[in-house]
């Protein structure tokens, strides 16, 4: 052993503080047994002798085994037992929405994020730690860890309260803390994303996506699907639409971007980008859906279904469209443009009774701050039948509505949001309807070509509000026709010489859809603008946080 090593000062670990060995604790005064408490790690204490000598001959230190992992008690779990809480002391932690001192008793409000109210806690100046009361460390956004006895509240607003015995402040908040208990635009908490989610409005926004994408996973593992994950760098254009964000790097790495000529980046004699020198040899590109790569395992496993990430680089500043947002698309075999429309409503109703019977709280807000009517227009589409129509139907429907639009309507053109949502708001009274059998002109190259041989075997579904909720197809199984389709887009064809693969090996008629999951949200919520229903925006101009 060496002298450095002999005479190198043993490193201690500093003990947990009180609040933080207090965090990992839950303590229910209950007639049924309480549920053990574990120390993430024993707190330290200097080292004997005997371990010290141990440690310098590479033995191996003493061990403990891991702990359970420990559910911890949240707000939630207390309204949802009500009264049988009473009589009960235990532990809560959380952020300060609230703080009102009164002459005899102080109120604290926290939220901890697990539901949209928030645990009223009821304390006077014998509670330990109330001197941070006093001295002013208990402010709004602050972080706080609470131990009390539940008991009725004397107030209206809530039938249970937490009467305090401690109250330990984890982390301060400082006097700057934006949102405070008034009213600011949804355009100004867009500049405090990192801090908006302690709102109601985006608290609750959070925890409805969270259950629709549950719900998404329930639906297609309880019906027989496979996940599977898509890849996001990609050298095809599934769209065939050219909105892509280029993957290159060609371009210097980000500490060097500012000072780098565009002189460096490769060229060939032509002048053109000399593709073969970046990362991957060839242009790549950020995604812009997973369906091509799901109809591969869809022609192996049946039933697939992909759900993530996507990217668009459209230039559009409407309250409708995102650079970055998620898709869900399944994919189906042995499946033509009736299965998808029958799977594409049986999701839809299934997701939407899931929230309504699991976020009650949230959807209540919903409905008295955000959307009035929502809740009823949300049981509509669950519990009504969705109808179908032809495009040429629906284009006529249009022609003879005593109803002026924007975009004029005539066979042939794209469906605009006022079309689509006039059909499915006030044609058909609120019920979700889906037209199908579009014109090929208008849709992608990978839609089956109908026997008129001017359309495709491709729908979308309308709901209340949104308009286009879902688009699908049936895919076009058929080699000659699939490349005579790229023939007449100018598609290259080596590009998609695996997806023409599929059609040489086996090929089944398949169809499926793509659900942008934003919009589903928005649709769930009554959000009015997409870029509150995702965490973090990515819109032309704006990558914040």
Known sequence: MSVAMATRPLRIAKPYSYAAYAYLSLHLNTSTPKPSFHRPFPLSSPPSSQNRRLFCTASLPSTNTVPQFRKKLKVADVKSQQFDCLGNTLVLQGWVRTLRLQSSVTFLEINDGSCLSNMQCVLDSEVEGYDQVESGLITTGASVWVQGLVVKSQGAKQ??????????????????????????????????????????????????????????HK????????????????????????????????????????DSPVDAIPKMKDGLIDWSQDFFGKPAFLTVSGQLNAETYATSLSDVYTFGPTFRAENSHTSRH???????????????????????????????????????????????????????????????????ITYTEAVDLLSRANKKFEFPVKWGCDLQSEHERYITEEAFGGCPVIIRDYPKDIKAFYMRQNDDGKTVAAMDMLVPKIGELIGGSQREERLEHLEARLDDLKLNKDAYWWYLDLRRYGSVPHAGFGLGFERLVQFATGMDNIRDVIPFPRTPGSAEF
């Open 159 to 216: 039938k249970l309260e937490l009467k305090l015995n401690k109250i330990v402040v984890v982390g301060k908040s400082d006097p700057s803390f934006p949102i405070q208990k008034k009213r600011v635009t949804r355009e100004f908490l867009r500049t405090k994303a990192h801090l908006r989610a302690r709102t109601n409005t985006f608290g609750a926004v959070a925890r409805v996506r969270n259950a629709l994408a549950y719900a998404t």
């Open 219 to 258: 639906f297609f593992q309880e019906n027989g699907f496979v996940w599977v994950s898509s890849p996001i760098i990609t050298a095809s254009d599934c769209e065939g639409a050219g909105e892509q964000f280029c993957v290159t790097t060609l371009i210097p790495n980000s500490h060097e971007t500012a």
């Open 322 to 388: 995102l650079a970055e947002f998620w898709m869900i698309e399944p994919e189906l075999a042995f499946a033509d443009l009736n299965d998808d429309m029958a799977c594409a409503t049986a999701y839809l109703q299934f997701v939407i009774r899931h929230i309504l019977d699991n976020c009650k709280e949230d959807m209540e807000f919903f409905n008295t701050w955000i959307d009035k009517g929502i809740i009823d227009r949300l049981s509509n589409v669950a519990e009504k039948d969705v109808l179908q």
